[in-house]
């Protein structure tokens, strides 16, 4: 995020899948915390993308002048085809000026994160000044994430960065298309992982909790936390809005 916002900045909307619950505001917050001038809105996609219009209408509204009225980020980690597709077309229905930035990953930063997650849960250990594996309670991890067979093609290269990060075999899945939780872990157990843990590529109102949790139970694997609202995500959004103002370095090279 530019330290000093132009008095004309875009707004930032977060599109947010299903309902715009407390995981969206706990990310806005984090934000704001150290953004408070940008004019940011949360808004949910629950309605097919209605109130995405409603509100692209009001920015409109109260903006003139030229450049975009507003920034887009959806909320979500990777290629999400049905939330992607509600913000395109309520963008094209509103005739707004609005840019819609990329998903929040793939990016070391949620790698991190996943590893927190499953560090919090106790199905990894971390070095805590560096953040890397040291010993591990499991042998094979699936990153699960959501958005269909797309999402688990984009999560793949989450998998090789958490993998790095843990010394260990970690696979992508999907929880709503293929491959799929149990595919993953007969991938695992084939090259001799048994001791599995699932760790959720989603930051929370994408997927349902319990759906998670079955996945994981129906192959006795332990499961780790969603991202929520992580530190991460919220540095992400900001890297997302930030790059469409343009003149910025490239965050994936100050963060190597």
């Not at 599109?15 to 969206?24: E, F, S």
């Not at 903006?63 to 009225?69: F, I, Y």
């Not at 106790?122 to 991890?141: H, Q």
């Not at 694997?221 to 003149?247: D, F, K, N, Q």
């Amino acid at each position: 995020m530019p330290a000093n916002l132009p008095p004309d900045a875009p707004a930032l909307v977060l599109a947010v899948p299903g309902k715009a619950g407390d995981v969206a505001t706990e990310v806005a917050a984090v934000i704001m915390l150290d953004n408070p001038e940008i004019d940011l809105r949360i808004v949910s996609l629950g309605d097919g993308g209605a109130d995405l219009i409603t509100e692209f209408s009001s920015i409109s509204g109260e903006r003139s002048g030229g450049g975009p009225s507003a920034v887009v980020v959806p909320l979500v980690t990777g290629p999400h085809p049905r939330v992607l597709r509600a913000v395109r077309d309520a963008v094209t229905q509103s005739e707004a000026a609005v840019k819609i930035t990329e998903p929040l990953g793939p990016h070391p930063l949620l790698a991190e994160a996943l590893h927190i997650r499953l560090s919090e849960a106790g199905l990894a250990r971390a070095d805590r000044m560096r953040l890397f594996n040291v010993t591990s309670p499991v042998d094979g991890i699936i990153v699960a994430t959501a958005g269909g067979d797309e999402a688990a093609r984009g999560a793949d290269a989450t998998a090789v960065l958490l993998a790095a990060r843990l010394t260990l075999p970690v696979v992508p899945a999907a929880l709503d298309g293929v491959p799929t939780v149990r595919d993953a872990a007969e991938r695992l157990r084939k090259i001799g992982a048994n001791r599995l843990a699932v760790a959720p590529y989603v930051i929370g109102p994408e997927a349902d909790g319990d759906r998670i949790a079955a996945a994981a139970e129906s192959i006795e694997a332990g499961c780790s936390a969603p991202l929520g609202a992580h530190e991460a995500v919220a540095r992400m959004v900001c890297v997302r809005y930030g790059a469409t103002l343009g003149g910025l370095p490239d965050f994936d090279d100050l963060a190597e």
